[in-house]
């Protein structure tokens, strides 16, 4: 007589089914360890994958993570702009504008924000529409927010760094207004004209920080950098001082925001000139008809 062949035993998408299966038995024998991983390998997938996830599901996912970002940035944003002596910022007197009394505050928040971020990028990557570009960033942010603990004396850059996470509220509030335009409470009381002016108030203050603060603010600093460490090596006759490994963090992220930079307008500028070469022409054509309309007629 054949020996009796082993059940394949259902196939478990839920890692937590999965996982229960592992002290199961079937009739047949013990459920291998090697199915139980490779389903649990397929739920991990299902239910953290965008292109496998319900549509349903990751918008909820996405739409939980910017509400916790909205609410998470306020503090960090309002102590960076508590950073600063803003009437000297506006006289141009940068040597002495910066404010410390709010250092560990700010210091603390953030780390706090960049921790909790991290790991919920890390655990639900479809929050994100590009996750490992986010954890990337999330651990260099990381590593540079160590900068003003070991070189105190440029604590100062600090808050001007973090001048990029107002850009990044109004980026995530821009597009929360749009998702949610003609849907909530909030839109349902104003009439049209008003819910116009709230998303034009909020797109405006979304693409004049960007601009200020990633094209602007970022490469400034890094002009200062590069800078101060040219003068470090003219008083010292040394080329190499331990707060120069700042400098290729700082160009990652400027780089990161001309790459930024890109995508966003790119389409934007394509568009536009699509428009205008499509008038134009539709001008020429326009006028060549009547041209040759009135040349008939004679």
Not at 13 to 36: H, M, Y
Not at 62 to 77: C, G, K, S, T, Y
Request: charged residues 15%; hydrophobic residues 45%; aromatic residues 14%.
């Amino acid at each position: 007589m054949a020996p009796r062949q082993r059940s394949p035993g259902p196939v478990v998408e839920d890692p937590a089914e999965a996982a229960a299966l592992l002290s199961t038995r079937t009739k047949d024998g013990v459920i291998s360890s090697s199915r139980v991983s490779a389903a649990a390998r397929r739920g991990k997938k299902k239910y953290n994958s965008t292109e496998d996830a319900d549509p349903a599901t990751v918008a909820l996912a996405r739409e939980r993570h910017d509400v916790f970002n909205l609410v998470a940035l306020i503090p960090i944003i309002s102590l960076t702009i508590l950073s600063w002596d803003w009437g000297k910022v506006i006289r141009g007197e940068f040597e002495t504008c910066y404010i410390e009394d709010y250092f560990e505050e700010c210091w603390i928040t953030t780390l706090i924000y960049f921790v909790v971020d991290l790991v919920w990028v890390a655990r639900i990557p479809m929050c994100v529409k590009s996750p490992y570009t986010i954890i990337f960033h999330h651990f260099v942010a990381l590593t540079y927010l160590l900068a003003p603990i070991m070189f105190p004396d440029y604590r100062w850059f600090m808050p001007a760094v973090l001048l990029v996470e107002i850009n990044t509220w109004f980026l995530i509030a821009r597009r929360v207004v749009y998702k949610q335009r003609g849907t909530t409470p909030l839109f349902e009381s104003l009439d049209v004209a008003s819910q116009e002016l709230l998303i034009q108030a909020v797109s405006g203050c979304f693409y004049t920080t960007w601009i200020v603060v990633r094209c602007m603010v970022y490469p400034g600093i890094l002009g200062m950098f590069l800078h101060m460490a040219y003068e470090a090596i003219q008083e010292t006759g040394i080329y190499f001082h331990y707060p120069m490994i700042y400098i290729p963090i700082h160009t990652f992220f400027v780089l990161l925001n001309l790459k930024w930079t890109y995508d966003l307008f790119q389409p934007i500028v394509v568009r536009k000139w699509k428009n205008y070469t499509t008038t134009s022409t539709s001008s020429a054509t326009t006028t060549t008809s009547r041209t040759s309309s009135v040349s008939g007629g004679l």
